[in-house]
Every structure is written in C-alpha cells, then in structure tokens.
C-alpha cells in the first residue's frame, strides 16, 4: 500500500516529497490545465526526475477513438520511456487500443473506471494499473468499497499482475476506506494530502508535549540541550 500524488504541480510534488516517498504521480488533462499551457513533454520530465526514477508516472491521452489514442500513447511512451504509464479510459475504444499496446509492450493505467465490469474487462485487455474513482462513484450512487473489493478478488483469482490505484479524493476517509477494501495505491491531491496532516487535534497534542517540558525545563531548552 503506497501514496502516488494526483498533480501535476512541481511545487506540490516537491512538498509532499518532504513528508513521504512517492510511488508515483498521476496527471489527466483537467489537472494539466491547472498548470497553464506549459510545454507538454518538457513537464512531463521535470516531475520524472522530481519522484525518481523507481516511481511511475501515469500520462492520459486525449483521444477517443482507438487509432489516435494507439498514436498519442506510443509518443508518451517514446517521449517519457520506462516506468511511464500511458493512462486510457476503459471505454470501447480505450479497451481496442489496450490490445493493441498489450502487444507492442508498452504499459497501460486503465482509467475513469466506475464499475467492476470495466475493471474485469481492463485487466483482460493486460493493464498493469487501474485507476478506480472513489469519489465519482460516490456521486452516482455506486458502492466504491464494493467495487474496488470486486475487482481486487478478480486480480488476485486470475492472477494478473494488475494493481489498483484508487482516485478521485475528496477526503481522507475516502483514502483509509480503499487501503481497507482491497487498493494498493491511492492517488491523492495535494489539498487532501495536507488536509489529513493539518488537523488542530495534532498540533494541540504538539503544544501540551512542549508546555510540560517547558514547566520543567524552562523555555527554549531541548533535550539536545542538555
Ligand atoms: C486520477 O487518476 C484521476 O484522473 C483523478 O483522481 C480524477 O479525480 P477527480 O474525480 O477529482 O477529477
């Protein structure tokens, strides 16, 4: 069970690198969006070498029909190499690229996945992640818990070598509940990322630690001091 980071912010990327090590990044185009129109590849390699070379990064195509999403993902993988995964929507057309790309070896992170049917059918089609939408589920009615639960069993029965990495976060408890059911990833914005370590409950705990040992101590004095 590992954290991946869902921006494509450098500045984010370099923050929460301070707090843990990342397994990886994930972009889509509504999170390039947030960064400008910056030069598409030239980013891409500036957060590779931000996370290393051991994470993966995880890039959406644009396109929806199954030819110019077979182009745009073998340019990712020429452009950005190893360890990069070529994100495409379980879609009809996503899933006829995915069988083109299984053959030509480059690595799929099958996306916009709601059901357990597309994830069935995603990891059929040989992709080595899934990214499931917890919080998009929630929305329309649908059982996150359970499907990723699902699709977890359907990994592990066949054998794949397919992993889950839950998205789409709204909360902290979104995140705790996909490590419980099954995920072994969670892809994170960084404002919930913050907001599971900025609570007052943890710094009052910090403060009352530090007046004790000043009632003893005196101000300023730690026990590097002594
Ligand atoms: C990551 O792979 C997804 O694209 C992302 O988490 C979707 O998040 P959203 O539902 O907040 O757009």
Redesign the pocket.
Known sequence: MQLML?TANLKEIEQALQYCQLAGV?T?P??MKKEGNVPFFEHMRAIKALIGEDATL?V?VIGNDCDTIVKEAKRIHKELGDNTFV?IPVSKEGLKAMQILRKEGIGV?A??VYTTFQGIMAVLAGARYM?C?Y??MLDVNIDAQQVIGEIQHFIDESGSDCQI?A????NIQEITSSFACGASFC?V?YDVFMKGLSMPCIDKAVEDFKKDWNAVHGENVTIADL
């Open positions: 869902d994930t889509n509504s999170i995880h959406q994100k992170t996306t916009s990214a939408y919080n998009r990495v998205a789409s976060f709204k892809t914005p």
